[in-house]
């Protein structure tokens, strides 16, 4: 078969080219798409595809770095941490802020007692397992470090310990408070987990 020389392809296009543009912006859509096919008709033309960049590369050439893995698909919380001393300082403060609670407590017996523990921030109190779902957990004892809506992160001397509240039953240390109005003296009492579950 004869090969047109490639300058004559060349002008052949680009008059096709000039006739295309011409008739695109004087017709409209569906006339311009007929015309189109109708010189189009029996005619094999060569298109090449251009590749995609690829999307892991820049403008500047640098590769995207990888996400690190967490919860979320978030960059991992690191777990807060304090020295013992720290600690025993903020249960100091915990103690001083509990008794000024306690003393407004107007009747002062372990029901009440509790229902003003639920209500009051528990960071820096002294919380001991005593019953729970997960019998390795019995008899964990610490300083409450932090709390989330459904856990404690109990700091003893040795480590922290993750305590899940619900089905947990937890004795909480309190000031003694020989001056309250009543005569009665409440160190400790025993309070539900479920009851400590935070509401959002």
Same mark, same amino acid.
């Given at each position: &078969?004869?090969?047109?020389?490639?300058?004559?392809?060349? *002008?052949?296009?680009?008059?096709?080219?000039?006739?295309?543009? =011409?008739?695109?912006?004087?017709?409209?859509? %569906?006339?311009?798409?007929?015309?189109?096919?109708?010189?189009?008709?029996?005619?094999?033309?060569?298109?090449?595809?251009?590749?995609?960049?690829?999307?892991?590369?820049?403008?500047?050439?640098?590769?995207?770095?990888?996400?690190?893995?967490?919860?979320?698909?978030?960059?991992?919380?690191?777990?807060?941490?304090?020295?013992?001393?720290?600690?025993?300082?903020?249960?100091?403060?915990?103690?001083?802020?509990? *008794?000024?609670?306690?003393?407004?407590?107007?009747?002062? @017996?372990?029901?009440?007692?509790?229902?003003?523990?639920?209500?009051? %921030? &528990? @960071?820096?109190?002294?919380? &001991?397992?005593?019953?729970?779902?997960?019998?390795?957990?019995?008899?964990? *004892?610490?300083?409450?470090?932090?709390?989330?809506?459904?856990?404690?992160?109990?700091?003893?001397?040795?480590?922290? @310990?993750?305590?899940?509240?619900?089905?947990?039953?937890?004795?909480?240390?309190?000031? =003694?408070?020989?001056? @309250? =109005?009543?005569?009665?003296?409440?160190?400790?009492?025993?309070?539900?987990?479920?009851?400590?579950?935070?509401?959002?």
């Amino acid at each position: &078969k004869f090969a047109p020389p490639f300058f004559l392809v060349a *002008a052949m296009c680009e008059r096709a080219e000039a006739w295309v543009l =011409s008739t695109m912006s004087s017709w409209k859509r %569906d006339k311009a798409v007929k015309a189109i096919s109708s010189r189009l008709r029996g005619r094999n033309l060569a298109v090449e595809r251009r590749k995609r960049a690829s999307r892991s590369s820049s403008a500047s050439g640098q590769k995207r770095q990888p996400r690190q893995p967490g919860r979320q698909g978030g960059t991992r919380k690191r777990a807060p941490t304090a020295t013992l001393a720290q600690l025993r300082n903020q249960h100091r403060v915990w103690m001083e802020y509990a *008794a000024t609670e306690l003393r407004a407590v107007p009747i002062f @017996h372990e029901q009440t007692v509790a229902a003003l523990f639920v209500k009051l %921030d &528990k @960071h820096g109190c002294f919380l &001991k397992v005593l019953r729970s779902s997960c019998p390795s957990q019995v008899g964990v *004892a610490g300083i409450v470090l932090t709390e989330t809506k459904r856990t404690f992160v109990l700091m003893s001397e040795r480590k922290q @310990h993750l305590i899940v509240k619900s089905r947990t039953w937890f004795q909480v240390s309190l000031p =003694s408070l020989a001056e @309250h =109005s009543s005569g009665t003296s409440i160190n400790t009492i025993l309070i539900e987990g479920d009851r400590l579950l935070l509401q959002q």
